[in-house]
Structures are given as C-alpha cells and as structure tokens.
Nanobody, 125 residues
Framework: QLQLVESGGGLVQPGGSLRLSCAAS????????IGWFRQAPGKEREGVLC????????NYADSAKGRFTISRDNTKNTVYLQMNNLEPEDTAVYYC??????????????????WGQGTQVTVSS
C-alpha cells in the first residue's frame, strides 16, 4: 500500500524559499503521477502542481507559475516542490497526492487517491 509523507515545511519570511519533499513507502513512485496541493485556513484545498510518470508537469494554480517547480527523483522515491519568492498568501498546509498514471499525463485535481498528512508552510515577517 502506497504511503506518502511530506516534510520540509516551516516558517519563512516573504521572498524566501522552501523545498518540500514527498517521500513514498510501500511502493515505487515510478508509475504514479504526483500532485502537490494546499489548503489555507478557511479556504478549499487547491491543486498547485503535478508531475506525471514521464516527468511532464502541469500547473494547477496560476499563482504558482514562475515561482514553484516540481521534480521527482525516482531513485529516492521522492517528489519535491521548490517554492521561491514566497508570499504571505502561500501560507497553507501543503499535501502531496498520488494516482496510478495510466494515461501518462497529469490528471485533473480530483483524480488522486493516495494522500499524505500534510506539512505546514507559514510565510510571515
């Protein structure tokens, strides 16, 4: 059974950077598409970025374009979310999620069926 664990969250000042990790256990991540999501207080969860099994990426959120990048290291069974130029509006719990990637391209945000427990990111001075 695939299990996902996020790490790397914390408190950072506006303009700073963080790299989140999503480590998998119980299965190899190779055939899965992995997405990063976030949920801010009082708001619905939103998709941020996805990386397919082949390494193709999809932006789910316009706010992340140009600032966030997603990558995967299948040898470490880990997917990363590099976040640069962070803004207070990026404050949220960040989750990674996975779905078996039959089609080879990123699914719609509602298409994931394995979820991590989340890691808190707070952007504040």
């Amino acid at each position: 059974q695939l299990q996902l664990v996020e790490s790397g969250g914390g408190l950072v000042q506006p303009g700073g950077s963080l790299r989140l990790s999503c480590a998998a256990s119980g299965s190899t991540l190779n055939p899965y598409a992995i997405g990063w999501f976030r949920q801010a207080p009082g708001k619905e969860r939103e998709g941020v970025l996805c990386i397919s099994r082949s390494g193709g990426t999809t932006n789910y959120a316009d706010s992340a374009k140009g600032r966030f990048t997603i990558s995967r290291d299948n040898t470490k069974n880990t997917v990363y979310l590099q976040m640069n130029n962070l803004e207070p509006e990026d404050t949220a719990v960040y989750y990674c999620a996975a779905v078996f990637n039959f089609g080879g391209s990123c699914p719609i945000p509602s298409g994931y069926d394995h979820w991590g427990q989340g890691t808190q990111v707070t952007v504040s001075s």
